[in-house]
């Protein structure tokens, strides 16, 4: 079963989404205080948003910085087509590769990655220029991250 987009969240579903973003980790029975909800009823909605895909998994926030790996960069590459299984099969290997994606433009991907150092960005700038040419961007700050964006209603 799929979201329907146009029945759309109701406000208990996004309160729901939002408490979840804020922290994964609160009980059924914590979720239903706060939501005025039994624990069950909590317990149901999630299981329907599970089931229509709006929720896909529980994940733990980690700090890159904080592991060693405070560089963060941009890349945008140009890969002949030919290469393209090639390409994502040994991105997927590369652990200092955190997204990769098929876009549209002069480049072929756009990648995400977080290094240590310059001189590890430039090793891994050495190994994707193995398939085209690179431009690279390191992350000087985020001003805003959306990855656990809630839509509000239409």
């Known amino acids: 079963m799929r979201f329907d987009s146009k029945e759309g969240l109701d406000k ?51 700090d890159l910085a904080a592991l060693g790996r405070g560089l963060h960069v941009y890349f945008r590459v140009v890969i002949a087509p030919k290469d393209y299984p090639r390409f994502k099969k040994a991105v997927t290997a590369m652990e200092e590769i955190l997204e990769c994606h098929h876009v549209t433009g002069a480049e072929s991907f756009l990648l995400r990655g977080a290094v240590a150092s310059v001189p590890a960005l ?11 040419p690179t431009t690279t961007s390191v992350i000087l700050s985020t001003s805003l991250d959306r990855r656990n964006f809630v839509p509000t209603p239409a």
């Open 122 to 132: 430039e090793e891994l700038i050495q190994r994707l220029t193995l398939f085209g």
């Open 12 to 62: 208990t579903d996004q309160s729901l989404l939002r408490l979840l973003r804020a922290n994964a980790r609160l009980s059924f029975a914590e979720l239903g205080r706060k939501l005025r909800m039994s624990p069950p009823a909590v317990a149901e909605r999630m299981k329907r948003l599970e089931d229509w895909g709006v929720i896909r998994a529980y994940r733990a926030e980690i």
